[in-house]
T-cell receptor, first 118, second 111 residues
């Protein structure tokens, strides 16, 4: 979805390096998320934020940190990258929508960042 | 959140209906069934969700059994662009912070 953008799209780094993945959204959603995807494991939640002052750990937060600089921006940092952090990383936003008289929640994902840690 | 079981892959002829099953025998009363799909490493895309009634939208239909232990996603007229991995997830509504995508079903739509 073009309303959720991620930079960079691809990154190769070395063990021990600090790296930041950035996410921006133009959907005006309060909630933002970072996931990683590994083959056979589906997507797993790293961190999530319900608004600018709210940051929460997900299932696999160790080795990661985040910053919610504004409603539209949510960055993920790997303080000291290690090879098992090689994965496809997705940022997402969510909101509740009124649709045909019902409230529906949905989530929008960015295009992903492919990270390789050597 | 309850875990789900899906077949690893399915084939479907273009123009025919694709019926993707999902078992969620440990689903609890306040958990919804969600379906997403992912096309070749792009970001996952929301398709549909439901609690106990069948649901239909512009993309698909969702059939949930009366005991809610299984469901079926139906793509009425599959196209080649529907080739993707389809994920069935059960979780409490509004709770995106805890859910597990699992391995999904790879749907291959063939000409």
């Amino acid at each position: 979805d073009a309303d959720v953008t991620q930079t960079p799209r691809n990154r190769i780094t070395k063990t021990g390096k600090r790296i930041m993945l950035e996410c921006s959204q133009t959907k005006g959603h309060d909630r933002m998320y970072w996931y990683r995807q590994d083959p056979g494991l589906g997507l797993r939640l790293i961190y999530y934020s319900f608004d600018v002052k709210d940051i929460n750990k997900g299932e696999i937060s160790d080795g990661y940190s985040v910053s919610r600089q504004a409603q539209a921006k949510f960055s993920l940092s790997l303080e000291s990258a290690i090879p098992n952090q090689t994965a496809l990383y997705f940022c997402a936003t969510s909101a509740m929508i009124r649709d045909r008289g019902r409230t529906r929640e949905t989530q929008y994902f960015g295009p992903g960042t492919r990270l390789l840690v050597l | 959140d309850a875990k789900t079981t899906q077949p690893p892959s399915m084939d479907c002829a273009e123009g025919r209906a694709a019926n993707l099953p999902c078992n969620h025998s440990t689903i609890s009363g306040n958990e919804y069934v969600y379906w997403y799909r992912q096309i070749h490493s792009q970001g996952p895309q929301y398709i549909i969700h439901g609690l106990k009634n069948n649901e239909t939208n512009e993309m698909a239909s969702l059939i949930i059994t009366e005991d809610r232990k299984s469901s079926t996603l139906i793509l009425p007229h599959a196209t080649l662009r529907d080739t993707a991995v389809y994920y069935c997830i059960v979780r409490v509504i509004y709770n995106f912070n805890k859910f597990y995508f699992g391995s999904g079903t790879k749907l291959n739509v063939k000409p």
